[in-house]
C-alpha cells in the first residue's frame, strides 16, 4: 500500500520539535563571555629584596699598652763608655748618656769618646753636673746657688740641646708631680735646680756594682728578673715607666760588657716593654729656658 504524502511519521516530528526547543533554550541561556582583553591581567608580584644582615665585624682587639723602659748610663765619658756606645749601638737600643763634664775634656781620649757620643744616633745625652761635686756630695748639696751654677756650666760647655739633669751621689726627682728628695737636706739644692728650669731624673732601679772592682754583682737575667718585679709590685715613680740607671765604667771588663749586651738582648725579647730615651719620660720633653742675662756660665768654687 502506497502511503499518503499527507501522511506524516510521528517519530520524526517528535525528534524535530525536540531539536528545535533544545536549540532556543541553549541560545536563551547563552551568555556570551569575556576576552581576555576584557579580563585582568595577571602580573607577577614585585619580588621583594632579600637583605643579607651584614656580618658583624670582629672587635678590634686592642694592642696592649706597652711598658716604657730607660736605659740611662751615668758617669761617662770614661774607660767604660765606648764599650756600652758599641754595644747599644749594635743591638740597636736607645739609651741615654749622662755625661759629666768635667770628664768630656779630662783627656784626649776622654774628649775623642766625647766626639763619638755626639755623632752617635740611637744616644741621648743629658747632663749629669760639671765637677760631679767632686765625689763630695754633703758639702755640694748644701749650697744650691752653687749647684745650678754647676749644672749650668755642664749644659753650656757640653752644648746640651735639652734640660734633663741627674744629681750626682742622690736619686732626686723634678718632674711636674713628682717631688722626691732621698736625703731631705738636698732639697734645697734639687728645688734650686726645678726653679731654674732643669728637669730632674733619678731612677728606679739601679744595676748595682762592686765599687772596688768595677764588676757587676747581677747577672744579666737577675735585672730582668728585678724589672718585672719592679712592673708587677707598682713601685715606679710613674706608673708603666721605669728608669734603670747603670754606670758607663762598669763595663770595661769584657766579662761584664758580655752581660750588658746579653741583658739588652733578653731585654728586646719582651714584647710587652718598649725601649726609650730620657726625653719621652712625661714631663721630661722641655727646653732649658735661655738666660740672656750671662754669656758664660759662672767659675764655680773648688770644692
Known sequence: MESSDDEGDPAGTFFTKTSLLLSFLLTACYQPTQTTDELPQWKPETPVA?????????????????????????????????????????????VTFFIVGEHA?????QHATWDSLRIAEHIELCNHSYTHAHNRYGSFYERP??????????????????AVVRTPGRNIWRIDSIQYTDLKRSAAAADS???????????????????????????????????????????????????????????????DSFQLRH???LLKKKEDYELVLATAYPGANKPLPVDTSRNKAPMLATY
Do not use: C
Request: glycine share 6%; proline share 5%; charged share 25%.
Open 50 to 94: 632579600v637583605v643579607e644582615k651584614a656580618p658583624e665585624p670582629a672587635p678590634v682587639k686592642k694592642k696592649p699598652k706597652k711598658k716604657k723602659v730607660y736605659l740611662t748610663f751615668d758617669d761617662g765619658p770614661n774607660k767604660g763608655t765606648r764599650n756600652v756606645l758599641h754595644i747599644t749601638r749594635d743591638e740597636g737600643v736607645p
Open 105 to 109: 775634656f779630662a783627656s784626649t781620649g
Open 145 to 162: 746657688d752653687s749647684v745650678v751654677a754647676d749644672f749650668q756650666r755642664a749644659h753650656d760647655s757640653l752644648d746640651l740641646t735639652n
Open 193 to 255: 735646680l726645678q726653679q731654674a728650669g732643669f728637669i730632674v731624673m733619678g731612677w728606679d732601679l739601679e744595676w748595682h756594682y762592686d765599687h772596688k772592682t768595677l764588676s757587676v754583682t747581677h747577672a744579666a737575667e737577675e735585672v730582668v728578673a728585678q724589672i718585672d718585679s719592679v712592673f708587677a709590685r707598682g713601685k715606679t715613680r710613674h706608673p708603666d715607666h721605669l728608669v734603670l740607671l747603670a754606670h758607663d765604667q762598669v763595663y770595661h771588663k769584657s766579662v
Open 263 to 265: 741583658f739588652l738582648q
